[in-house]
């Protein structure tokens, strides 16, 4: 593709594209909302509800989709519902390129990162900033982080021994390690991490009241 000149590749949300930088992926976005509510609704509802600023929304539609002129009817008021909204632009593909509109593997990468704050902080069927998913993404991890630590550091403020408070430390920091790197890196659905988190927070506390 790169040594014929062919820049930019659209496909879906759900493939594993190659690391290649030279490469624009602008994937289209509404996926299984299609399926959900309708191309023509998940369409309207995205458009509608994307308000943030580099963001972009691709929309796609097969042969089949447009069958009659009722479908056509349905396409000209999804443009002029574009066109009819100062922060809605229209473009190409070749268009977003040359506009500075980029989506490179990582942002394509970043946008596929399915942590749990991102299922509630981002509107699905859009393809956002890759900063703002990465930024969700952090957040995400050191939530789960901090969830499983609170325990210890009630244990940890209510030893006197050093030895004991070295021991907790350590085992403090490597609880840190562990649950940052399993959200980080998606080792376990956000459940299951949630679960495993409130585990590490309780079971200090538990020991705390037990010795009290």
Sequence with gaps: MTKNGLLILSADMFQNVP??????????????????????NAAKENIVNCQEKHSICVIMFHAYDLPDSSAWQQLENLLDLCKSDDDIELYTFNSLYSNGERSSWLRYRANQLTSGLSKLFLIKGV?????????????NALIYMLISIIG????????SSTKSRRSISVFLLIICVIMFCSAWF?????????????LFSIIPLLFLIKNH
């Design 19 to 40: 690391r290649e930088d030279n490469i624009q992926y602008y994937p289209e976005t509404l996926g299984h909302l299609m399926k959900q509510k309708g191309i023509w």
């Design 127 to 139: 393809l956002h900033p890759t900063w703002l998913c990465l930024l969700v993404h952090t957040i």
């Design 152 to 159: 210890l550091i009630f244990l940890l403020a209510r030893t």
């Design 186 to 198: 998606h080792l376990l659905s956000p459940l299951k991490l949630l679960l495993i988190a409130f």
